[in-house]
């Protein structure tokens, strides 16, 4: 069966440092991957999607980068976290029309 | 532009009451519709989905949503609410053109007081 872990689960980063989250996928090969973000009372909002290894595709012009080095990993990044980064972070992948499976999500506050 | 629109932000229910969440959409043709819940912390689950025919589908948990085209809308219900249904819900949107992305909305909380 098909599973997605996304780590760490919290996240407490300092204003400035980087940023790396890590979402894998089992079970499935050439998924399609995204990374959502839901801030308070704003629903999710889609940063990045990836279609294959290499392809990305930014949502939203911000701070943040993601990369696809491997078929069932997609990597979320910040080289300087701002305080407007904090949130609650979401990946998900979707395999034809069933729509998306999420992962558990990583709360991240940046002090 | 396409967008789903739930005008509910907060609904609170007594347990044992019947919920309906509501969901409107505009699109030219005919969507993917889903439901999603999220439990606080958590990642979300999906609910049910409708790509075509019956428009009333059922899904887990004792949930189920109806398509009315006319109305652009896909509103969840369930007859019965449990304290344990208490969460967030979001109605999501695929198009047809592009099945790559779905488009959510800003989510319903749902309090269920005993």
Not at chain 1, 43 to 70: D, T
Not at chain 2, 10 to 20: D, N, R, Y
């Amino acid at each position: 069966s098909q599973t997605i872990h996304q780590w760490p689960a919290t996240l407490v980063q300092p204003v400035g440092s980087p940023l790396s989250l890590e979402c894998t996928v089992e079970g499935t090969s050439n998924p399609n991957l995204y990374w959502y973000r839901q801030a308070a009372g704003r629903g999710l909002q889609l940063l990045f999607y990836s279609v294959g290894i290499g392809q990305i595709s930014s949502e939203v012009p911000q701070n943040l980068s993601a990369s696809r080095p491997q078929d069932r990993q997609f990597i979320l990044s910040s080289k300087k976290l701002l305080l407007s980064d904090s949130g609650f972070y979401l990946c998900a992948w979707m395999e034809g029309l069933n729509g998306y499976t999420f992962g558990s999500g990583t709360r991240l506050t940046v002090v | 532009a396409q967008s789903v629109t739930q005008p509910d932000i907060h609904i609170t229910v007594s347990e044992g009451a019947s919920l309906e969440l509501r969901c409107n959409y505009s699109y030219g043709a005919t969507p993917y519709l889903f439901w999603y819940v999220q439990s606080p912390g958590q990642g979300l689950q999906l609910l049910l989905k409708y790509f075509s025919g019956d428009t009333l589908v059922q899904g887990i948990k004792g949930f189920e949503a109806e398509f009315k085209r006319s109305q652009s809308s896909f509103n969840l219900r369930k007859p019965s609410v449990h304290w344990s249904d208490a969460a967030e819900y979001f109605c999501a949107v695929g198009l047809s053109y592009n099945t790559d992305k779905l488009i959510f909305g800003t989510g319903t909380r749902l309090q269920v007081f005993p």
